[in-house]
């Protein structure tokens, strides 16, 4: 016996179920153990940031994950499993602070960075543990509690290794330069961390009067967004060929900006250069002893401002460049918190945005402001505290590419990136990436082992062990290579012996911790697998994780697979290919998944003040696991997923006609006795003498195997979930609807094709939903089968062969015609019980040997094929080409085009009124139908309904109406499906004609005639 169904699965109460059985039956360890010794499949996790719970974006990529790796072991492929978590850096850093209420860097040395570190690493402790809780009842397989953590010491020895290694080969440096800048982190952002991180904002624009020096009474007008970079000001830039004007009011500007003003002299941008003028705020200390003068620059625009552009080389990019070039001044107005150093008098302490409105009203006031007004543009914001980036002069370690640059392109050729377009993304981002920014001023993070000596030497640490070696200093009390501790150690110069040479206080780019996993975790270059031997530093007692050895890494590297979010394009992806070329010349990953953004349901981002954050716990209880994951593989990877409670109503909705099917066979097997037998999964039921239906679905679900398994080696799962949902539409409104009849009796080769197509069913899906597949497999095989596996994902991947092509395209071809037909009947006003004389189908070369059960599907007498009307295709001339071509004779043509008088000449091209003409030059219209007729069709199809309705027809309809209030009549009596009735119909001849016919449906044992339609059980 199988046990009943529920009118409609409680997805979290049956996922909590399996999740347990899971555990008690060692589902996960068994598979492991069984695939152990098989082919290899390497998948590399991206660590996820351990500063959360786990959330529903973050759910997405894992559900990918662990979708492809249950597939990969259903295939036996042996796998690590190994989860990451991503454990230092900023992210860490400022979610801590805002924890302990602490708010600038001050703040944190004043609270101790022992104590600091202390919380980082206790907040990614209880984060790692809420990720993997949540992991797990997402279904996610991982080998939990053997995890990687960024922050463990084999991991930073690693990326040590990796610097040293850069810097051995030149590409080390300490650059001076302009850099983007968060004044609340207190640290420079690097370009890979601006990407999507601009927002609109409102800023000052302004007009300021330059007053040029030997020209009295003239001036240069300048425009800015940015009132605090004019107390840094040192030049104004103009076009060398571009014409400036000056003004009656005695102001220079651009004559193309201002076309229409009087000018009362006129020279090129070349002239003014070199013209000496009074800057805004020289009598601030600050500005003391700077030259102000205008340089030339080819970068001016003319398509905003006045023509004429402020140049502060303290404060911009651009501008620092030109001070290389023409030998500027550098003034730097703000410190590290973007605050106005005290040589700027009264600006002394304020901050950027705070010194704006004072700045403007100081301009005013001495008569230097033009015009002030509002501007909105697209500026940067920091990607962690959300505060407005600015520019700033920042002395910051790099890595510089150039030479490694044409091996990142060639490694990158090598990989298969889904979507395709994301490949091209990371092609684009390879050749236009400027050198790697790898320091950050912050203190949890990796140490850059970096030690310069006076004498001018820089020693680059490599491992753990070196650095011991060169100690002069503090080794003693390094509990783990995080500051303060690591900061405590001073080393020997290798060059002069200078000892006492310190580590430079900067911490690393997070994307080197991530970046050097494919290295750290596989035990690249150890010589010796050490049990336990990856948990060390800060991650001691996090993790069970083995060291593994060279030979181990060799098996495992390249990963077969990656996936990630694409924004992870210039991250993850990049740092990890980076790293890789410049240790082992190859790309780390052999193919990649990517997936664009995740949207809430109605296209807006999710933001937790918005309050259209979806918590996972929440859509565990609400939605389930199994209908998240499905949403989550049902998505195409270019486009952006819409999350939210309304498409998982819809998936639950869809999912109820595989319920339904299911239940359908556990009732009438139930009521019949059937009993399964394992060895029909493969190659489904034998020795049973099978209906043409049953060969067809079996036909149909090795369709569906063969479909699945491309999706998934696609790497394309919403081709899975596309492929699923139409075989559960072909066995539901197909095979069950038209097998019915045969289920109310014991017809062996009915159940056992029914049984082995939604069991395979099952199989494929189960990756995608892994609770409803494993539930229903128990019911449904492992119970009643005493030789079957326990769990679906033990009983391997489906192979059934190529399926026979030629039958499905049939009985598609012949539901094509029934939809289309259901589609004629509902445009005419037709009930579908209403009989009908005849159908005409045009275009269907494979049904007709199917014409039984289209006229029992759309209850009509007689189907005739390529016969009958046809929906004529209004045809019109395409004028805008015809009509210089023909002329005159377009009346004509039209005329004949409407009156159907056309001869095709095939490619779509026809002749008309002794014409030629082409495809394009006949602009076919909608269709006209023919009255008597209702017609349907698709691009190859036409179905054509014959809609009189004579008397017999109409008595017809009558008899097929009241059997079927009959029958909703015992349901509501809540009859059992084998009751027998006595039936009492009032006295209606014409009707009571049909008695058989109607005794025979309504299972009635006798017709009475009475009163008012009534039943009693017989
Ligand atoms: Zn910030
Ligand atoms: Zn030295």
Same mark, same amino acid.
């Given at each position: 016996m199988f046990r009943q169904l529920p009118p409609v699965p409680d997805h979290p109460t049956l996922e909590e179920e399996i999740l347990s059985w899971w555990e008690e039956r060692r589902i996960f360890d068994r598979l492991r153990e069984r695939n152990h010794g098989g082919p290899v499949w390497s998948f590399i996790d991206g660590p996820v940031?351990?500063?959360?719970t786990l959330g529903v974006h973050t759910a997405w990529g894992r559900t990918l994950k662990d979708v492809f790796q249950r597939y990969k072991a259903l295939r036996g492929f042996d796998q690590r499993y190994q989860n990451g978590f991503d454990c230092q850096g900023l992210w860490i850093e400022v979610g801590v602070e805002r924890e302990l209420g602490l708010n600038s860097k001050r703040d944190i040395e004043e609270y101790g960075l022992a104590e600091f570190a202390r919380k980082c690493r206790e907040k990614v402790a209880w984060s790692a543990q809420e990720l993997i809780r949540g992991s797990k009842r997402l279904g996610q397989w991982m080998d939990w509690g053997n995890d990687y953590y960024t922050f463990s010491d084999t991991n930073i020895s690693y990326i040590w290794r990796f610097l040293k290694l850069v810097h051995e080969r030149g590409w080390l440096y300490r650059g001076h330069r302009s850099t983007e800048w968060c004044p609340r982190c207190g640290t420079s952002i690097s370009a890979h961390e601006l990407v999507g991180s601009y927002e609109e904002r409102i800023d000052p624009s302004l007009f300021v009067r330059f007053p040029l020096i030997d020209r009295p009474g003239q001036s240069l007008t300048i425009w800015t967004t940015t009132p605090w970079t004019l107390p840094a000001n040192v030049a104004a830039a103009v076009h060398p060929d571009e014409e400036y004007g000056l003004q009656e009011n005695g102001e220079w500007v651009a004559v193309k900006r201002y076309p229409d003003e009087t000018y009362v002299e006129r020279r090129r941008g070349a002239d003014l250069v070199g013209w000496r003028y009074d800057g805004p705020f020289d009598h601030l200390p600050a500005a003391k002893g700077i030259a102000h003068r205008v340089i030339s620059w080819d970068e001016v625009t003319m398509d905003e401002g006045t023509g004429i552009v402020h140049i502060a080389p303290g404060c911009g990019t651009e501008d620092f460049e030109l001070s290389r070039v023409h030998d500027l001044p550098i003034v730097m107005p703000v410190d590290e918190a973007g605050r106005f150093y005290d040589r700027f008098g009264w600006l002394h302490g304020l901050s950027t945005s705070e010194s704006a409105e004072q700045i403007v009203a100081d301009l005013a006031e001495r008569g230097r402001l033009v015009a002030a007004a509002e501007y909105t543009h697209r500026y940067p914001f920091c990607w962690r505290c959300n505060t407005p980036l600015i520019f700033r002069i920042a002395d910051d370690w790099f890595i510089s590419v150039d030479d490694v640059r044409p091996r990142l392109l060639a490694a990158n050729a090598t990989v298969e990136w889904t979507p395709a377009y994301f490949g091209k993304r990371m092609d684009d981002w390879l050749r236009n990436m400027g050198d790697w920014n790898i320091s950050r001023r912050r203190y949890f993070g990796l140490p850059l082992p970096i030690y310069p000596c006076g004498c001018g030497h820089v020693t680059v640490v490599g491992s753990r062990a070196e650095l011991k070696e060169l100690a002069t200093a503090g080794m003693d009390q390094l509990v783990e290579l995080h500051r303060p501790w690591i900061d405590a150690v001073e080393i020997r110069c290798p060059a002069c012996e200078t000892e006492g040479v310190q580590r430079i206080p900067e911490i690393g780019d997070v994307w080197l911790d991530a970046g050097i996993v494919p290295f750290s975790t596989l035990g690249w270059q150890n010589p010796q697998w050490v049990e336990g031997g990856y948990g060390t530093g800060a991650a001691n007692e996090l993790t069970g994780a083995d060291l593994p050895d060279h030979e181990y890494w060799q098996s495992w590297f390249p990963a077969h697979w990656v996936s990630e979010m694409r924004e992870q394009i210039r991250l993850w992806f990049y740092s990890q290919l980076f790293m890789s070329v410049c240790l082992?010349?190859?790309?780390?990953?052999?193919s990649v998944l990517g997936y664009e953004k995740m949207l809430d349901e109605h296209g807006r981002p999710m933001h937790g003040s918005w309050g259209n954050l979806i918590p996972a716990e929440e859509a565990f209880a609400r939605m389930g696991a199994d209908v998240m994951r499905w949403q989550y593989c049902d998505q195409p990877p270019d486009r952006d997923l819409l999350f939210g409670y309304g498409p998982a109503h819809e998936i639950k909705r869809k999912l109820l006609t595989l319920w339904n099917s299911v239940g359908f066979l556990v009732r009438y097997a139930n009521i019949e006795g059937f009993r399964p037998t394992v060895?029909?999964? $493969? +190659?489904?039921?034998?020795g049973v003498e099978l209906r043409p239906l049953d060969r067809w679905i079996l036909e149909r679900t090795k369709k569906l195997v063969t479909d699945a398994t491309a999706a998934l080696e696609e790497q394309l799962t919403h081709r899975l979930i596309a492929a699923f949902e139409s075989f559960v539409d072909d066995l539901s409104n197909w095979y069950i609807r038209r097998s019915r009849r045969r289920f109310y009796g014991y017809d062996d080769a009915a159940f056992r094709a029914l049984w082995f197509a939604l069991v395979t069913g099952l199989r494929v899906i189960a990756p995608v939903m892994p609770f409803l597949a494993d539930h229903l497999w128990r019911n449904l095989v492992a119970d009643p089968c005493?030789? $079957? +596996?326990?769990s679906i994902f033990l009983a391997g991947w489906p192979e059934l062969g190529e399926p026979d092509e030629r039958l499905l395209a049939e009985i598609a071809e012949v539901r094509r015609i029934v939809e289309l037909g259901r589609e004629a009947r509902s445009t005419a006003g037709v009930k579908l019980r209403q009989p009908l004389r005849r159908v005409y189908v045009r275009?269907?070369?494979?049904?007709?040997?199917?014409a039984q059960e289209i006229a029992e599907e759309l209850r009509v007498d007689e189907v005739g094929f390529d016969q009958g009307p046809v929906a004529q295709v209004r045809l019109l001339p395409n004028l805008r080409v015809l009509g210089p071509r023909l002329g005159r004779k377009v009346p004509e043509i039209k005329a004949a085009l409407e009156r159907g008088e056309v001869e095709e000449l095939g490619g779509g091209r026809l002749r008309v009124a002794g014409e030629e003409l082409e495809a394009e030059e006949v602009i076919r219209g909608e269709r006209v139908e023919i009255s008597g007729w209702t017609i349907a069709y698709n691009e190859t199809v036409s179905v054509a309904l014959d809609t009189e309705i004579d008397a017999e027809l109409e008595l017809r309809g009558q008899v097929y109406e009241l059997i079927h209030t009959v029958n909703t009549m015992r349901k509501d009596a809540g009859l059992e499906l084998t009751d027998r009735i006595v039936l009492t119909l009032p006295d209606r001849g014409d009707v009571l004609g049909h008695k058989d016919w109607i005794k025979a449906e309504t299972l009635a044992t006798r017709i009475e005639v009475g009163e008012a339609l009534a039943i009693t059980k017989a």
């Open positions: 940031t351990a500063n959360k082992v010349d190859k790309a780390p990953f052999r060895s029909d999964l $493969a +190659p489904g039921p034998v005493a030789e $079957a +596996p326990d275009g269907a070369r494979l049904a007709r040997e199917h």
